[in-house]
């Protein structure tokens, strides 16, 4: 993992700074100004640390990585944990919310219709997962906007409210966009459920728990679902990517100050600090997701062992 | 249970191969939702190819009479802020769709197999290197490495292209490489090596052909991924940019600032995405059914 995220570290270092223009010009030449001095963007320059070498620049910044500490945001100054921590909170509660429906969606689905394999049923949820994986979240976004603007009047409010100050508030402005991604995300784990299960339900042990009349209730659950669910985890975790992926522009739609819109402010802003911070971030959690569905693995089903 | 055949003859008599002509009339009797897929890819196709003809008005041209109309018998979907035809703009905007598609499959789906079976050929430390080097690019969220991309090599449709192309490089290698792994294997990798031929025409020759199956699976099913993110970058501005047609450009801005009083111009746009992005999965799915059983999820 060490050296993954150090590559990732490497790769977007030097990805930022081969293109020409940086904060700076991001900064000056963006107000119109065209005719700043060479001297005061070299100052400007100074001061950020960009007229470092960029071995060195990289030094520094991964000496403070391992302290934890990120350095500052070269367009607004502050310290970047401050900037990632107001925000952090409210894209993590989104990502766990719109994965909490994508869960909800995808597994009874997934089993209805493989219980009801080849029926109208099954058709019916094929067709809604499909397009699921079809339909952009954000477009979904702007339509629930658009329904709720003409049939409550209702304007998705300005500023954010956190869960611990009014959780009745809180629910009631992420529910929507939660439920615009979470949709996108329960179509990759529905069509996985579904095609384990009916993988599963062939098989011998659950023609032998039906032929000891069995209910098929608890056929399903405590024998069928165990056995199934181990590849729809897998494909939810490696999907994850969608569900950040999504609350990108989720959030813009939905005019959420989360990491997502921090994130396209950075890369137009050509901040690097806060860019690499970003990005680290989203890496290690990826594969910190990834390390724990390994770990869950080993619970669900006691034949898989770490040595 | 059949009896075994014993002769050339009594094989040939026993298996006669289908007719090739109703291979066509096969894959949409046994696949229907497939086929609905290759037709809605088929009208895009021809959308996009006469797009110069059939739009009733240019795209890019702005008619400031006409701003924020509503459907009508001159504007079918009505028009945009800027008075532009929003049918026009949707015909146009598959333009852009099939071609960043389409180019960032080709030359994700390309380099993707070059490096995968590259990678399985040489074996040993030089795999072992290009797959770390994959697990990096892994680490990214898809649409993460696509933005970081496109502030590299800025905005516009080539750039998203590229953009597009490099979060499916890894995937493609990645699959690719599995099944180049078994390919290696065969005897007629290893009597191609002993013929002395150069490690290029012995991947580009002999083994990419063998693992064509995979390729073509990874490309189609990434197509709907493509057009899904060239929409979603351009949406957020940092993609295809004005006044060019696209979809996902239509559904910016203006189109959610005037979603109560002109929400023709926040629908259709939204619906020629998804359509179009459903299309190429039901295709998709059902080529990796046809091609692949083992990858089959039913």
């Known amino acids: 993992m060490i050296p993954t995220l150090l590559g990732v570290a490497v790769l977007i270092f030097v990805l930022l700074r081969v293109v020409p223009g940086d904060v700076v010009e991001a900064r000056y030449l963006t107000q119109g100004s065209q005719f700043q001095s060479q001297e005061l963007m070299d100052q400007e320059r100074a001061k950020l640390g960009l007229d470092q070498p960029l071995w060195k620049q990289f030094t520094m910044w991964m000496a403070g990585i391992v302290r934890f500490d990120f350095g500052l945001s070269m367009w607004t100054g502050s310290p970047i944990s401050e900037e990632i921590k107001l925000r952090f909170a409210l894209s993590l509660q989104l990502a766990l919310m719109a994965s909490l429906i994508a869960q909800l969606l995808a597994i009874p689905l997934g089993i209805l219709a493989a219980v009801k394999q080849d029926t109208w049923v099954d058709y019916a949820v094929r067709v809604f997962s499909i397009a699921g994986l079809a339909t952009p979240s954000f477009w979904l976004g702007i339509l629930m906007i658009l329904t709720m603007l003409i049939v409550f009047h209702w304007v998705p409010p300005m500023m954010f409210t956190p869960l611990w100050v009014n959780p009745w508030q809180n629910l009631e402005q992420l529910i929507w966009p939660a439920l615009a991604v979470g949709y996108r995300y329960s179509a990759v784990g529905t069509r996985m459920m579904r095609s384990a299960m009916l993988e599963v339900l062939r098989e011998d042990y659950i023609r032998t728990a039906r032929a000891k009349g069995l209910w098929m209730k608890l056929i399903l659950s405590r024998h069928a679902l165990k056995n199934a669910i181990l590849p729809v985890l897998t494909v939810m975790s490696l999907e994850f990517a969608f569900l950040l992926g999504g609350l990108v522009v989720t959030e813009q739609v939905f005019n959420l100050n989360g990491l997502g819109m921090l994130f396209v402010e950075a890369i137009s802003h050509r901040d690097y600090t806060l860019t690499q911070a970003l990005v680290l971030l989203v890496a290690t959690f990826f594969l910190f997701v990834n390390f724990f569905v390994d770990i869950a693995y080993a619970l669900i089903d006691p034949r898989i062992r770490y040595r | ?298």
Request: glycine fraction near 10%; charged fraction near 15%; aromatic fraction near 8%.
């Open chain 2, 1 to 298: 249970m059949a009896v075994t055949p014993q002769t050339l003859e009594e094989l040939n008599r026993a298996a006669p191969l289908p007719p090739r002509r109703g291979a066509i009339i096969d894959f949409v009797r046994h696949r229907p939702l497939g086929a609905l897929g290759a037709l809605i890819i088929v009208a895009m196709t021809l959308l996009a190819a006469t797009a110069g003809w059939i739009a009733p008005y240019n795209p890019v041209e702005n008619d400031y009479a006409a701003m924020l109309a509503a459907p009508s018998a001159a504007h079918w979907l009505g028009t945009d802020a800027f008075g532009r035809d929003v049918l026009s703009r949707i015909i146009y905007g598959s333009r852009t769709a099939l071609m960043v598609g389409l180019g960032a499959s080709l030359i994700g789906a390309t380099l993707g197999s070059l490096i995968g079976v590259a990678s399985a050929y040489f074996g040993g430390r030089v795999d072992l290197v290009v797959q770390r080097v994959m697990d990096v690019f892994f680490a990214f969220p898809v649409i993460i490495l696509a933005l970081a991309v496109v502030a590299i090599l800025g905005t516009g449709a080539g750039n998203v292209i590229l953009a597009i192309a490099t979060p499916m490089v890894p995937r493609c290698a990645r699959v690719v490489r599995s099944s180049a792994l078994a390919v290696r294997e065969m005897p007629y990798v290893d009597a191609a090596r002993a013929s002395g031929f150069v490690h290029s025409r012995i991947i580009l020759r002999h083994m990419l052909p063998n693992v064509m199956a995979p390729i073509l699976i990874m490309a189609t099913a990434f197509l709907g991924e493509a057009i899904l993110l060239e929409a979603s970058l351009s949406f957020i501005g940092l993609g295809v940019q004005e006044p060019t047609a696209a979809w996902g450009l239509m559904l910016r801005g203006a189109a959610v600032e005037f979603a109560e009083t002109a929400p023709w111009m926040a629908i259709f746009p939204g619906l020629a995405i998804s359509l179009g992005v459903f299309g190429f999965n039901l295709f998709g799915d059902s080529l990796r059914d046809a091609l692949d059983p083992r990858l089959r999820t039913q």
